[in-house]
């Protein structure tokens, strides 16, 4: 697999240039991203605008990763403008998968996310504190 990658504090950057999503680039996919779970990313902004087409190892890759980032409260986007590849994705049926046109909109997603599960937090850290075990809530 060919890619570069950048790394943020709240994001990994990860850009193809592979025109194909096939072969042995998914099983590369899956230990990158992996490694990258492993070193606290939970969010994965992938840049596949040179990418033509994707094979159903591609397409399994692709929900595994998605679904990994759920589980970690993350947030998997994937970037390209090829109307027919995001056709092709939304027929393959990937639970809540983000596709965007931009890197820049890739990242506003990203930064929204995090803000949805803070605001997530607080409210559950103030239901907990109010109506904690041993306290009735005037209802």
């Given amino acids: 697999m ?8 709240q994001y990994a950057l990860i850009r193809l240039t592979d025109n194909q999503f096939g072969g042995d680039v998914p099983a590369s996919f899956e230990t990158l991203s992996r490694n990258l779970f492993r070193e606290g990313y939970s969010n994965l902004i992938v840049d596949i605008e040179p990418v033509q087409s994707v094979d159903p190892t591609g397409i399994s890759s692709l929900r595994k990763i998605n679904r990994q980032c759920t589980t970690e409260l993350g947030l998997l986007v994937l970037v390209t403008k090829n109307e027919d590849m ?33 605001f997530r937090n607080e ?3 103030e239901y907990d504190g109010e109506f904690g075990p041993g306290r009735d809530a005037d209802i």
């Fill in 2 to 9: 060919n890619y570069t990658i950048e790394k943020t504090e």
């Fill in 86 to 118: 995001i056709d092709f994705l939304d027929s393959a049926n990937i639970a809540d998968l983000t596709i965007l046109p931009t890197v820049e909109e890739a990242i506003d997603a990203v930064f929204m996310h995090e803000l949805e599960n803070d």
């Fill in 123 to 125: 409210e559950e850290d």
